[in-house]
């Protein structure tokens, strides 16, 4: 019904900048509040970044003032720019959508998730 797809992943040096991007594509009626969650094996997925559809922004504590989550609801797409990285935001990423169907039903969407790798 509805398919996220990440991109913008990869291995970067302390101090470096990444920007991920989240495509969401199906039968979508409108897009609600959107995020990126981050989660090491073994633990609790973490919210990193939400906004909402009007704009409206929340971080978690640790990114403040070094990520910036944005979206172009043109596009149906969400982006995480990630500036001043630490070896600590080293994650598997997942952006997070809940989206309002054509059949108006509301569902949460996960897509597959991206590596970020922050070498010290």
């Known amino acids: 019904q509805v398919q996220l797809v990440e991109s913008g992943g990869g291995l970067v040096q302390a101090g470096g900048s990444l920007r991920l991007s989240c495509a969401a594509s199906g039968s979508i009626f409108t897009i609600n509040d959107m995020g990126w969650y981050r989660q090491v094996p073994g633990k609790q997925r973490e919210l990193v970044a939400a906004?909402?559809?009007?704009?409206?922004?929340n971080y978690v504590d640790s990114v403040k003032g070094r990520f910036t989550i944005s979206r172009d609801n043109a596009k149906n797409t969400v982006y995480l720019q990630m500036n001043s990285l630490k070896p600590e935001d080293t994650d598997v990423y997942y952006c997070?959508?809940?989206?309002?169907?054509?059949?108006?039903?509301?569902?949460?969407?996960w897509g597959q998730g991206t590596q970020v790798t922050v070498s010290s």
């Open positions: 997070n959508a809940y989206v309002t169907l054509t059949s108006r039903t509301t569902i949460s969407a």
């Open positions: 906004i909402t559809s009007f704009g409206s922004t």
